[in-house]
């Protein structure tokens, strides 16, 4: 990430994209580049500022802008007094985008209403798993899921009737698990056989012991679901495999950022491959930053604002992360998807459809529709990122001299079905914390809560 700084530091000239939010209103030197804006007053002062109902809504990442670990960022709970209007209700929509997969929604959204102090329901948060509810297709076959927490609990609340966790194949299948000497069985032991024929797998986050898990999991795709049977490498296609959280590291109270999901599926897909001699595929990857986990986010973000009755439709939302290689290629990911939509709606695209023209937004850009017909179709127009630099991102790393080389060649974190683009993991705007992001974000909207 470090090597991106100088397509950063390009964007100085555009100061709106990149000063502090404070130093852009009181006048002051950006933080980041050095360079000086300035001062236009503040925002109560402005007579161009109101408070109508509004029409722009915020996605908020949890780890590294408004926690580290268990730890409240105290910039949190400044930008949530700021978020609260006088009647103690939230004064914009607003979803909690996570690509943690260890709990159910309820419970994160308890956890954040104790910590930041303001009532959440479940309504706004987004787990990476929650977009498994959309997969119907799967929710009666018998699954076998991955991950850490009460992922039997987790996989029914998503409408999943015939679940198999890691622990109870280890337990039927005792002789699979051989890595760690202290847990291979005494005595000689057959398969207990006795659960049903796997027919997809669901990695829901990173779990404790890797290696059983990896272990398993690859006995069951090469196996077609059938643990008591010889390992098959020539079977093509292996069974259906969903992916929740792409995250190679994350940001909790360490200095450095720890391993996160996608580092799991880093070792998994490497080696099915050396196994096999193939690639390993997915049936979907959901998470930041898959685009159908922010288009659910915006119908959450929609259906918050029919329950306040705000008559005004939400045309822009504002993704906040810490992450370039996922919060923020996410967002840009999201935005350059809601721009092929209206691309394609537009008279000119039509009129170029009409007469059979090639210059059309190509389909390969144009996201699986599957999910959006399980959701409202778009109504956003755009999904503006926004950088902290509270938690996976460090504005002060050491530039390399090669710096376009090195971006291509090693920084890329993203997963490894999402192709590098330098656009995608440019960020909007950069900040220095949450509190700086929703002023900013109000700033530009001239927006000023009751």
Known sequence: MKGLLPLYRGLCSRASRHARPNAALVGSRCGFCGTHSKGRGRAGADPSYHRPQPNFGLLFDIDGVLLRGRMLIPAAKKAFEKLVDSKGQFAV?????????NCLRQTKADQLSHILGVPITQDQ?????????MFKKFHDKCVLVSGQGPVLEISKNLGFN????????????????????????????????????????????????WETNLQLIVDVLLTNGNLSSLHQT???????????????????????????????????????????????????????????????????????????QWKRPITSLYAIGDNLMTDIYGANLYNRYLEVRAARKSPKAKMAAATGSTTTVPAEDVVDNMWESELALPAATSCKSVLVCTGVYNPTAEVPSDASCWIKETVFHGHRDFRFDPALVEPGHIVHDVAEAVELIFEKEKFLPQ
């Open 234 to 308: 020539q079977n093509i296609p292996h069974l259906p495999l969903l992916a929740c959280n792409m995250d190679l590291m994350w940001m909790a109270e360490a200095q450095s950022p720890r391993f996160g999901h996608g580092t799991f599926l880093v070792c998994l897909e490497n080696i099915y491959k050396k196994i096999t001699g193939k690639d390993l595929k997915y049936e979907a990857l959901m998470g930041k930053p898959s685009e159908l986990t922010y288009h659910f986010a915006e119908f959450l973000i929609r259906g918050q604002a029919m329950q306040r």
């Open 162 to 209: 015939n679940v198999i966790s890691i622990d109870m194949l280890r337990e039927s299948f005792p002789l699979l698990d051989m890595v760690d000497h202290n847990r291979r069985p005494k005595l000689p032991s057959s398969p207990v056989g006795n659960l049903a024929k796997v027919e997809a797998v669901v990695l829901f986050g990173e779990p404790i012991r």
């Open 93 to 101: 929509p607003l979803v909690f985008v996570t690509n943690a997969g």
């Open 125 to 133: 948060v987004i787990m990476s798993h929650s977009p498994l509810r």
